[in-house]
């Protein structure tokens, strides 16, 4: 019984492992991190190969399992792919292959859907790899069969929040903070419509942002919907979810400590991803792991 208690105090005080195909999931670690200050979080993101939304999902699955390892082999307690297209193609496998919980951000932005829709008519955009997976629909409709789902594959939204990000010549600080000033301009919004306007003809009541990047444009998003339409990011549920999982388990980490956080990127040259991840993060990103492809294929099962 001692034994037992002991391990699940210095469980208690292994890190939250979180990755992303890129920066996108940043979304994510930022609210963990503001509704769980006290955990620590390695934050992985495999810039070299994103995007992963046009690959194919038996391909994304193989980096799941690969980034998975290296953040078990961290002693990581818990693991959050923090990634739609990623979620969508390895949850399950790797809930299957590793002994820590694992956590996707599709189940939690389901429920959110399910709880907030009046009409019963949602919507769902995503890369094209989440959207054919179908997971969003299998998923609301697992909660609820009454549900009708819209679906939009709308690809394009990833490279703009990054080209975005690159026009913007003001220094950025709080960068969600900021994103109606940097993209809400003529160009973005002639994109936006055309995603969009298909799904504002299905009456839909509620939109979830099926990808971890998009959280950036919901004012842009917003702006195209109207006021009529919820729209569902599912970092806040996602982050929920984590604390849930390790309070049942006791392994949440005391109140008191002060968190520490590490960052690994795939990318050989990781200014950007310093740049960005620390402006979504909002905190430096200065404890930095540069990892390769050959050191992830070694840890395949
Ligand atoms: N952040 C990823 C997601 O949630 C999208 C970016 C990518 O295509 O890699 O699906």
Redesign the pocket.
């Known amino acids: 019984m001692k034994n037992l208690v002991n391990q699940t105090i210095s469980k208690a005080k292994l890190p939250i492992g979180v990755f992303?195909?890129?920066v996108?999931?940043f979304t994510v670690a930022r609210e963990i991190a503001s509704q769980l200050p006290q955990e620590s979080i390695i934050y992985f993101g495999d810039t070299l190969r994103?995007?992963?939304?046009p690959r194919s999902l038996s391909e994304v699955a193989i980096y799941v399992e690969e980034i998975a390892a290296w953040l078990s082999r961290e002693q990581v307690k818990l693991i959050v792919i923090a990634?739609?297209?990623?979620t969508a193609a390895g949850l399950e496998i790797a809930q299957r292959s590793f002994d820590v919980p694992v956590i996707g951000?599709i189940e939690p932005g389901a429920r959110a859907a399910v709880q907030a829709t009046q009409s019963r008519r949602v919507g769902v955009i995503?890369?094209v790899a989440?959207i054919e997976s179908g997971a969003y629909t299998r998923s609301i409709r697992g909660l609820d069969a009454g549900i009708t789902v819209f679906s939009a594959a709308t690809p394009r939204f990833?490279e703009m929040v990054e080209q975005g990000l690159r026009l913007d010549r003001n220094p950025i600080e709080d960068l969600m903070a900021q994103t109606a000033s940097i993209y809400i301009r003529p160009a973005f919004q002639e994109i936006a419509r055309d995603y969009l306007n298909p799904l504002r003809r299905c009456h839909i009541d509620t939109l979830v942002l099926g990808?971890?990047?998009y959280p950036l444009l919901m004012p842009l998003i917003r702006s195209v919907m109207g006021s009529g339409v919820q729209i569902i990011s599912s970092a806040e549920e996602t982050a929920r979810d984590v604390a849930d999982a390790l309070r049942r388990r006791g392994q949440l980490e005391d109140a008191s400590e002060i968190a520490c956080y590490r960052f690994a990127t795939t990318a050989k040259e990781p200014q950007e991803f310093v740049a960005l991840g620390s402006a979504i993060f909002q905190r430096p990103i200065d404890n930095l792991t540069i990892v390769t492809l050959d050191e992830l294929a070694k840890l395949r099962r």
């Open positions: 992303d195909s890129g996108g999931g994103c995007p992963y939304g990634c739609n297209s990623a951000v995503g890369t989440t990833v990808c971890t990047h």
